[in-house]
């Protein structure tokens, strides 16, 4: 017996061993900031931002037409604000609205960079324009903010890079590296005919680009538990992006002699087999590279649990939606209540992680519900992006970056749920990042796509400032 206790005891010291030993050689990974120039921006870049949200270049859907008038009209106020953009870069327009400047640079042997954005915006649901502080295309800035659709999701950006152009070029700054800019119409409805036909004429020229950023990483403030500084979440890559409509067909009847199986019980029951039977939570490439570099930035029990990702595997994946997602969106079936319908749809989206295709789930959905189920792909569809480096020149630049203009923040990678344009880059480009130093916290994440959309114009100067020394930096590398 005291050979068993002494075998236990041993073990527990091995295991508690191991637990230490993985979290005290867990290091930051944060590069240490330098001093930057102090820059002078332009006394009206909020105004600019204002009047660019007054634009209404609304994304409807896949099927809609783009209002040419708000496009081009969009596009007018570009030039006539950033005249010397409009006079010193090339300007391609693809797809008729989506727009692509050429900084051409002086040494041709470099490759190019290429910054991304969108113009076009979500629509804002009728019902809720009462419960809006300002209208949301009115532009309307206060002592703090600058109110409106758009200033989130992108044309903070987009006008941000400009600002940032503008402001280079008044100081006579000639790249050695050539900067594209890509601005697609079309990013809120998949990207088809705006980013993907950029990135394809980019491709038809034969570049190949060092890196391209584009949105879909941000500045978390108070989102991360256990972490008081500001998290940089550069998204290395982005899960895919798949519907799939169920189709119950029936004879249908009359409800006073309902069938065994119900058009709508059968449709039904599949989404609940779906929800009940989600895919795997799986440790794939980029989230170990997340819970590296978070690990060293938490206190002690946080970092432990990190560190020994083998162990506390499950509740931590669990915790960054480490898995190809299910989400029942749209439902449709019956005509009268009396009667049992012959058809009820039911579309389900699924986000894709990486490592797993959109052929992997839709075999998943027709082994988890009945065969009686119809199954169809439906809208746009991509599988999941490739994973980009952590290692590249690209990346390092880009972190030193954020690290020098926001001092104070912990730069992590990770992957992003939602979908961006960045994905149609990965063949003109060897990485591809997604980082705008957008503020969000708690509070402001709710307000991407939704109700009183706003940025701080404190926060806008950032994105700015951050465009500023991101383009001069990657410009004047040698």
Not at 413 to 423: M, N, Q, S, Y
Request: glycine share 8%.
């Amino acid at each position: 017996m005291k050979k068993i206790l002494k075998l236990i005891g041993i073990i527990v010291l091995l295991f508690i061993a191991v637990l230490l030993f993985n979290t005290f050689r867990t290091s930051s990974k944060q590069v240490a900031s330098k001093p930057l120039e102090k820059v002078g921006l332009a006394k009206d870049i909020y105004q600019n931002l204002a009047k660019g949200i007054q634009h209404k270049t609304i994304s409807f859907s896949e099927e809609a037409i783009p209002d040419s008038t708000a496009f081009f009209g969009f596009h007018r106020f570009l030039e006539e604000t950033f005249p010397l953009v409009h006079e010193n870069l090339g300007l391609e327009k693809i797809s008729t609205y989506s727009l692509l400047y050429t900084w051409k640079g002086s040494d041709t042997t470099k490759k190019p960079i290429i910054l991304m954005s969108h113009m076009d915006v979500v629509p804002v649901d009728e019902p809720t324009l009462g419960d809006w502080e300002a209208g949301p295309f009115e532009g309307k800035i206060t002592d703090k903010e600058i109110i409106g659709r758009g200033t989130l999701d992108d044309k903070g950006t987009l006008i941000g890079l400009l600002e940032a152009v503008e402001q280079l070029l008044e100081e006579s700054f000639q790249p050695e590296r050539t900067i594209y800019l890509a601005f697609g119409h079309d990013e809120e409805i998949g990207g088809s005919n705006g980013a993907a036909k950029i990135a394809a004429h980019l491709k038809a020229q034969g570049i190949q680009a060092l890196m391209t950023l584009d949105e879909g990483g941000f500045l978390a403030e108070g989102l991360v538990p256990g972490v008081e500084d500001d998290v940089a979440i550069v998204n290395l890559a982005e899960k895919g992006f798949a519907s799939f409509k169920l189709i119950v067909e029936t004879n249908g009847g009359h409800s006073s002699a309902p069938p065994k199986e119900n058009t709508i019980g059968m449709l039904a029951q599949a989404i609940v087999d779906l929800e009940n039977n989600q895919r795997p939570y799986k440790m794939v490439k980029p989230i170990d590279y997340q819970l590296e570099y978070m690990a060293a930035e938490l206190p002690f029990v946080q970092k432990m649990a990190l560190s020994n990702p083998w162990l506390f595997k499950k509740p931590i994946l669990e915790k960054l939606n480490a898995h190809t997602t299910t989400a029942p969106t749209i439902i449709g079936g019956g005509i009268k209540n009396n009667v049992i319908p012959t058809v009820a749809e039911a579309t389900i989206n699924f986000r894709i992680l990486p490592g797993e295709t959109i052929d992997i789930v839709e075999e998943h959905i027709k082994n988890t519900v009945s065969d009686k189920i119809k199954v169809e792909r439906v809208g746009f569809l991509t599988n999941p992006s490739p994973v980009s480096s952590i290692e590249s020149e690209g990346y390092q630049t880009l972190q030193q970056t954020i690290r020098d203009v926001f001092p104070s923040s912990v730069v992590i990678p990770g992957l992003v749920g939602g979908g961006t344009d960045a994905r149609y880059f990965y063949e003109v480009s060897d990485d591809v990042y997604r980082f705008y130093p957008i503020r969000l916290g708690p509070e402001s994440m709710t307000r991407f796509h939704g109700i009183d959309e706003k940025i701080s114009k404190d926060n806008y100067k950032e994105i700015v400032l951050f465009s500023y020394h991101l383009i001069k930096r990657f410009g004047a590398q040698k």
